[in-house]
C-alpha cells in the first residue's frame, strides 16, 4: 500500500472524506478508486460511488479477490442505500465466502448483514432468516459494535415482522448497548425510532358496546396466543392459538366471518349478511341462494376453528373450544389503513392482491398506494406487472455510516 492511499484509508477511517478524496482524486488505479468510491458514498453522491466502485472491482487482478470482494461489498452497500434491490445476491454472498477464506471475518459479517438487509426490504423473510441465522453463528468473530447494532436491529426487524415482540424488544435492547459502545449518534436514534414504533399502536379491539380500544402490536400477540377466537381485519383471517385461517384473497367469506364475530354470542339477519358481503340493500332470492353457498364454503373453511349454524333470521357463529370471540381491526378506519394493515404482514403484496384482499378495483387501491407512498408509508420494487408493495421497514438502516471506512485497500 503507497503513502498516499494509506492516508486516505486513514482519513476515511476517522470520517474526513473530503480529506480523503483530496489525497485520491487524481488517480485511476483501483486502489484509489474503490476509495474513492466511499468517500463519494459518505458525501452522499451515491450514483457516483457506485460506478467509482464498480470500475475498482473490474480493475483488481485474479490475485488480488480480497480487494474485489471488498469493493463487491462495498457497492452492495450503496446499491442498498439507494434501494436498488434489482438483480440476484449470488455475487454478495460470494464476495462473503471469498472475504471469509481470506480470514477477513469483518467484512464477510458485513456482506452477510447487507444481503440479510436487502431480504428483509424485499420481504423475504425466511430468506433473512437464514442469513440472520449465519450472521449468528459467527457471533463473536470479527463482531465490533456497529456490525452488532446492525446486527440486532435486522433481528428486531424479522422479529416484528413475525409479530414476536418479546424477541424484537430483547435485540433492540442489545442494539441499543451496541450502539451506545460504537457511538454513533444516527444508529442510536435509529434504535429509539424503532421502539417508538414498537409502543404505538398497531390495531383497535372491539369491545362490548361498539366501543374500541386501541391495541399496542405486544397485546394483539398476547390475543392471538390467547384461547380466544380472533377475527383479525387487520390481515383478514382467524386465529385460536397456534390453528390459522387465511382469509385474504376470500373477500366475501371474511366480510361474512367479520360480521358473525361483531354479533357473536347473537346471530346476525340473512339481510344484513347479503348487505355486508354483496354490497347490496335490495336483495332478492338470488342473493339468498348466494349466501347459502357462500356461508357454506366459509363453514367448510373454518371448520377447524368454529362452527356456522342457521338460526331463525340468519346465522350464528360457534367456537369449538374459544371462550371468547375477539375482533381486531385496523388502527385507523378507511380503505388505506386497511392497506397498512394487510402490508403489515412484512410480503411483498401485488396491486391485484390487494385488490381481492379488500374487495376494491385494482384502480382504487392504486390511487390509495400512490397517496401512502408520497407520504413514506409504503414502499413499491419492481416495475409494471412485477411490482410488488410493502411496509416500510421498522427502521431505516444507517447505510452510509456502514460503508467500510476501515476497509483497506491493497
Known amino acids: 500500500m503507497d503513502s498516499l492511499i494509506a492516508a486516505c484509508a486513514r482519513a476515511l477511517a476517522t470520517g474526513d472524506a473530503l480529506g480523503a478524496l483530496k489525497r485520491v482524486a487524481l488517480r485511476e488505479d483501483p486502489p484509489a478508486l474503490a476509495l474513492r468510491g466511499i468517500a463519494m458514498a459518505q458525501l452522499g453522491e451515491l450514483v457516483r ?6 470500475r475498482a472491482a473490474k480493475g483488481f487482478g485474479a490475485h488480488e479477490a480480497r480487494s474485489r470482494a471488498r469493493c463487491v461489498v462495498a457497492e452492495a452497500e450503496v446499491a442498498l442505500a439507494l434501494r436498488d434491490l434489482s438483480g440476484a ?92 459502545r460504537a457511538g454513533v449518534p444516527a444508529l442510536q436514534a435509529e434504535v429509539a425510532q424503532a421502539r417508538a414504533a414498537l409502543d404505538a399502536p398497531a390495531a383497535r379491539r372491539l369491545i362490548a358496546g361498539g366501543q374500541e380500544a386501541a391495541l399496542r402490536l405486544d397485546e394483539v400477540e398476547a390475543l392471538l396466543v390467547s384461547p380466544a377466537l380472533v377475527v383479525d381485519a387487520c390481515r ?103 392497506l397498512l394493515a394487510l402490508l403489515g404482514d412484512g410480503a411483498a403484496w401485488s396491486t391485484s392482491a390487494l385488490a381481492l384482499a379488500l374487495g376494491a378495483s385494482q384502480r382504487t387501491v392504486q390511487r390509495a398506494l400512490a397517496e401512502l407512498e408520497a407520504l413514506g408509508r409504503v414502499r413499491a420494487i419492481g416495475q409494471a406487472r412485477a411490482r410488488r408493495w410493502l411496509a416500510p421497514p421498522l427502521t431505516g438502516f444507517t447505510t452510509a455510516l456502514l460503508l467500510p471506512a476501515a476497509m483497506p485497500f491493497a
Do not use: C, Y
Open 49 to 54: 460511488a457506485r460506478e467509482l466502485l464498480r
Open 89 to 180: 445476491p449470488r455475487k454478495l454472498l460470494a464476495a462473503a465466502a471469498t472475504l471469509e477464506a481470506q480470514g477477513d471475518r469483518a467484512n464477510a459479517l458485513h456482506a452477510l448483514l447487507i444481503a440479510a438487509r436487502r431480504s428483509l426490504l424485499l420481504g423475504r423473510l425466511e430468506e433473512a432468516a437464514h442469513t440472520l441465522a449465519q450472521v449468528e453463528a459467527r457471533a463473536g468473530q470479527g463482531f465490533s459494535p456497529l456490525l452488532m447494532a446492525v446486527a440486532e436491529l435486522s433481528s428486531a426487524e424479522l422479529a416484528w415482522r413475525s409479530l414476536r415482540t418479546g424477541a424484537a424488544r430483547a435485540a433492540l435492547d442489545r442494539a441499543a448497548l451496541a450502539a451506545q
Open 236 to 338: 383478514h383471517g382467524l386465529s385460536a392459538g397456534a390453528a390459522w385461517q387465511a382469509l385474504a384473497r376470500r373477500p366475501i367469506l371474511f366480510a361474512l366471518a367479520l360480521e358473525l364475530a361483531k354479533a357473536w354470542p347473537g346471530d346476525v339477519a340473512r339481510e344484513a349478511l347479503i348487505a355486508s358481503a354483496f354490497r347490496t340493500r335490495r336483495p332478492d332470492e338470488t342473493h339468498r341462494a348466494r349466501l347459502r353457498v357462500e356461508v357454506g364454503r366459509l363453514r367448510a373453511l373454518i371448520a377447524p376453528l368454529a362452527g356456522i349454524e342457521a338460526s331463525a333470521r340468519g346465522f350464528v357463529l360457534r367456537p369449538h373450544a374459544a371462550v371468547d370471540v375477539v375482533v381486531i381491526l385496523p388502527p385507523i378506519e378507511g380503505e388505506q389503513a386497511s
